[in-house]
């Protein structure tokens, strides 16, 4: 988990985080196929605008799951970083307008299953830059998305309580919905 | 968090815990009163069934957790450690009986607000002995334990899931019963 201090000028460090941003509704959102076409997507916010239209209205308190497929090659190091000739990573992440627009809809946190919300060639970290300021923290390299609904999920996301930390390990459990 | 795997035989490691043991009542067991006045008291089988007079069979997959008073005394090392002169650390504890009633009763989970589940004397860690190769967890050093009512809470134990761990960080939540 990133915390907001990870990125100032967000402040707020992991044991400051309040609680009750640990608990709340997954929203997944699968762009595997879009990943698999362009290890460089990002989030669109139609992407965002078509969740809603089949699943209603994110609710706030919400942790936002992007589901990118990237899971299955851990560990797999090399193709989980995709790194080109030249050092760059390719893996997919979110875009600044749609992180911008989950916020506005009042989620707390912001998860992938890749190793950077930001997309693998982001030299500037973008989305960083705006959801953590913005008191979000970030969940990273999450393991098992593929077991989770799009909607209907609920999320605990427990990061040990390091005091002044700007991040650190993480344990996340999710509830599934009944079948 | 300790797991099985910290006092062999035990053999579960931290990664191997079944996640649904994670989860589950909360057992609080109060002996402020005993332990002000014995700081080598050790929870007798008297007070666990004293517990169940007031509040029902242990329902198996509890987790229990024993207020002693000792979380008052964090973060002084010294008081919370309350070494003699000999050496020898001075704080409550379970007993191997009290244990080996609960383990019949199938919890899952033996918590407290002290260093160790083994009173501060202890030179075997005999209540180690019995609950670990049991395949309970232990929690130790909780905090807030005076926040929890004697039954009605819930409990996440949210460990950082380190492969081969015989334990490791954990952060614990409780859900508290309406007011």
């Given at each position: 988990m990133d915390a907001p201090a990870h990125f100032p000028p967000g402040?707020?460090?992991?044991?400051?985080?309040?609680?009750?941003?640990?608990?709340?509704?997954?929203?997944?959102?699968d762009v595997?196929?879009?990943a698999a076409k362009d290890a460089d997507y990002r989030l669109r916010v139609t992407r965002v605008e078509k969740w809603e239209a089949l699943h209603g209205?994110?609710?706030a308190?919400?942790?936002?799951?992007l589901r990118t497929g990237?899971?299955?090659?851990?560990?797999?190091?090399?193709?989980?970083r995709n790194m080109d000739a030249n050092g760059a990573m390719h893996f997919p992440g979110y875009s600044v307008e749609?992180?911008?627009?989950?916020?506005?809809?009042?989620v707390v946190g912001l998860g992938i299953?890749?190793?950077?919300?930001?997309?693998?060639?982001?030299?500037n970290f973008e989305v960083h830059r705006v959801d953590l300021p913005g008191g979000l923290f970030n969940l990273e390299n999450l393991a098992n998305l593929d077991e989770l609904p799009e909607a209907g999920a609920f999320l605990i996301a427990a990061p040990i309580k390091l005091e002044g930390g700007s991040g650190g390990p993480c344990r996340v459990f999710a509830i599934l919905p009944p079948k």
């Open positions: 402040k707020i460090t992991v044991d400051e985080i309040p609680v009750t941003h640990f608990f709340g509704p997954a929203v997944v959102i595997q196929a879009e209205h994110i609710p308190g919400s942790i936002v799951l990237w899971g299955a090659r851990w560990p797999d190091q090399t193709s989980y749609a992180a911008k627009l989950l916020m506005e809809r009042g299953d890749t190793l950077s919300i930001d997309y693998g060639e982001s030299k």
